[in-house]
């Protein structure tokens, strides 16, 4: 993988067994142009209302509340979505003719779990339903339904559209399986924590790619591959745990992506000890606390913005830390937001991490937060390298 960085300096230290890696990542400010800005904009807000509905899981008044939305981000002439045993809705052109063979149409992904492209016969000329793209819908690895979407052509961008919008139902589906299983507390916490990545973040990013599609169209797709990237990670379905490695390397293409808006305003020095990076880590336990560093320690602040990450092996244990030199926050209030008294204004982020921990390792492995108002933040973390149960396998 190529990074985009001007400076890369790798020092071995002679009788130190660990790595200096130190990154001053170049990028360029947000160049926003209206036009990009709106499409972003439409794009989120399309995908916003098309939610809810599906919040209550795969129902008939759901999925017809959420069609002609779902149709909107696909752009096709019609879409059909089915459960297991029958059809929910068909939203578009042809409803009239082709609405009562979808169920058929879904079939055979409904058996086996596969897209299916298929030929659509229509005797009527001025149709527009002319093939079919039919994705699987899944929950915890189950084939519930289906989504089909429909237009003249099955080409290859309508079935990335289809897979890409059926991939965001089914997170939206999860949800809702979620709230039926409050039980499965651990579980339900790390499927939040996918689900709530920071919209802000998404929108940034999206609207910050955008701006070089004019100006600079290589580093506008090696962005979008970024991003690609970075999402496919957070949102995988399998795992509650990971390697360190496979988290820094998330971290690295969240970093990337907000060093491309921030330009070199944003600083970032890695201090990463090449024997901990096997050791398994609770899945998405790092990028939050990076996240939080970047919108609420550093997005508000004036001038060069800087944060260190750090692993450290310690014997039978790896300290990893997380500091900015950001805006800080006050101690009593960040006791209460660990403490779950008071919810963060930005979501799940430090205390669904400190949870999480505490959960797996026990309470004396739960985050250490050092704090105050304007003197910046830093997030301890000490993970045993080996603990019964944990496994990124």
Request: aromatic share 6%; with cysteine.
């Given at each position: ?68 939305h779902l149709r909107a981000l696909l752009g ?99 949800l809702a399986e979620l709230d039926r299983s409050r039980t499965l507390l651990m ?207």
């Amino acid at each position: 993988m190529e990074y985009l960085v001007d400076v890369v300096v790798v020092a071995v230290l002679v009788g130190v067994p660990s790595i200096v890696l130190w990154r001053v990542m170049r990028g360029r400010r947000e160049l926003g142009t209206s036009p990009a800005e709106r499409a972003t904009f439409e794009t989120l807000h399309t995908a916003s209302m098309a939610g809810p509905p599906l919040r209550a899981g795969l129902t008939a008044d759901g999925a017809e509340r959420a069609s002609r939305h779902l149709r909107a981000l696909l752009g096709s002439a019609a879409v059909a979505i089915t459960d297991g045993e029958r059809l929910l809705v068909y939203d578009g052109a042809g409803d009239d003719h082709h609405a009562d063979q979808a169920f058929e149409h879904a079939a055979a992904t409904l058996k086996d779990g596969r897209t299916q492209v298929l030929t659509i016969d229509c005797d009527l000329l001025e149709c527009p339903v002319r093939h079919a793209v039919v994705v699987p819908l899944t929950t915890d690895d189950r084939v519930v339904g289906a989504l089909a979407a429909y237009g003249q052509n099955a080409s290859a961008g309508l079935v990335r559209a289809a897979q890409e919008v059926a991939g965001w139902v089914d997170s939206q589906l999860e949800l809702a399986e979620l709230d039926r299983s409050r039980t499965l507390l651990m579980e339900a916490e790390v499927r939040a924590l996918r689900a709530q990545i920071s919209p802000h973040f998404i929108y940034n990013s999206l609207t910050t790619i955008a701006s070089f599609v004019r100006t600079d169209p290589e580093r506008a797709r090696e962005l979008l591959l970024e991003f690609a990237d970075f999402t496919r990670y957070s949102f995988r379905r399998h795992g509650e745990f990971t390697t360190l490695a496979e988290e820094l390397r998330s971290i690295d293409r969240y970093l990337i992506l907000e060093r491309a808006r921030f330009g070199d305003q944003l600083q970032v020095t890695l201090r990463i000890a090449p024997e901990v990076l096997p050791v398994a880590v609770p899945f998405l336990c790092l990028q939050p606390l990076v996240e939080n560093a970047v919108r609420h320690g550093l997005e508000s602040k004036n001038g060069v913005g800087r944060i260190t990450i750090i692993a450290e092996d310690a014997g039978a244990e790896c300290r990893i830390s997380v500091e900015d030199d950001g805006l800080g926050m006050d101690p009593e209030r960040l006791r209460r937001i660990l403490a779950g008294d008071i919810a963060p204004a930005g979501g799940v982020g430090l205390a669904n991490v400190d949870e999480r921990l505490r959960q797996v390792y026990g309470d004396e492995y739960g985050l250490v937060v050092e704090t105050a108002g304007g003197a910046g933040t830093k997030v301890n973390i000490r993970l045993p390298k080996y603990h019964p149960g944990v496994s990124a396998r």
